[in-house]
């Protein structure tokens, strides 16, 4: 198929390491031409395999479009591995993920995204589940190395939406979740927190911010403002106004967990 424009230009960081391998496999010999359109003389640079391209001559145009490419590829990645963690692929989690690349991405991003996931769920049968496990866990570290700890929570937020999508949660994809938040540098139990938002009991509300019932008025407020700081929208802005608003989102959910704590306390 002719991919869309979405995920032409600059490559980010996407362009080496294991997802640039397995961007190769999703694309075929459209990543070759990818990336003989942007390494022209007048871009060349070379790939360090930790921040991605060093070079002083992308635009910023470039740059950005780069930083939604990697974003994004690296969803798709990640959401091959959770998708496929109870061993069956339900059209409600691929129907969100279209819907998903459709509101923050695209029509292009919609239906390539859509190829390139089946594409995915290929080469995992082709190498075997231990196989791809691995991979995976390469692709995480590449992340980690990439992206702040922001932009990791908004993707692992929109994995958790995933696995939510069929209405029930299976305790290997939380296994899944949790080894992709571990793989990226992240603390698993913000896997927890994120399973708890937008449910409207004060159980899930303490869940959200992590903390016992039992835990101080000082302890709740202290893990509320770790969340607020780490899930601020301006925290991913870079990423696009379209991922910003999925992150406000997010953001409303935490406050609404707190508003609950605050209430069922007495805090002002």
């Keep these: 198929m002719a991919f869309g424009k979405w995920i ?122 231990a196989s791809f496990r691995n991979t995976v866990s390469q692709c995480c570290g590449q992340i980690a190395r990439n992206m702040d700890y922001s932009q990791r929570l908004q993707l692992l937020n929109f994995l958790v939406m995933i696995s939510q999508a069929d209405g029930r949660v299976d305790p290997s994809e939380v296994t899944a979740m949790k080894e992709c938040a571990q793989w990226m540098h992240m603390k698993t139990d913000e896997v927890d927190s994120m399973l708890g938002m937008g449910k409207d009991d004060l159980e899930s509300a303490y869940q959200v911010l992590g903390v016992s019932p039992d835990a101080s008025d000082a302890e709740v407020k202290r893990a509320y403002r770790r969340l607020a700081l780490n899930h601020h929208p301006d925290k991913v802005a870079a990423l696009g106004e379209d991922v910003r608003k999925a992150a406000e989102k997010k953001f409303q959910k935490i406050n609404e967990a707190k508003e609950r704590i605050w209430k069922a306390r007495g805090l002002s």
């Excluded at 635009?59 to 690296?74: K, V």
């Design 8 to 129: 032409g230009g600059f490559l980010g960081f996407m362009s080496g390491g294991p997802l640039g391998a397995l961007l190769g496999i999703a694309l075929g010999g459209f990543f070759e031409k990818m990336l003989d359109s942007v390494n022209t003389p007048e871009t060349q640079g070379t790939f360090d395999g930790q921040s991605g391209f060093q070079s002083q001559h992308y635009t910023r145009e470039q740059i950005y479009q780069g930083q939604r490419n990697s974003f994004m590829f690296s969803l798709l990645v990640l959401a091959s591995y959770i998708i496929k963690a109870d061993g069956k692929v339900m059209h409600s989690e691929m129907e969100l993920v279209r819907q998903m690349l459709l509101q923050n991405f695209g029509e292009d991003a919609k239906n390539d995204g859509n190829e390139i996931l089946r594409r995915l769920f290929d080469e995992q049968k082709r190498v075997g589940a």
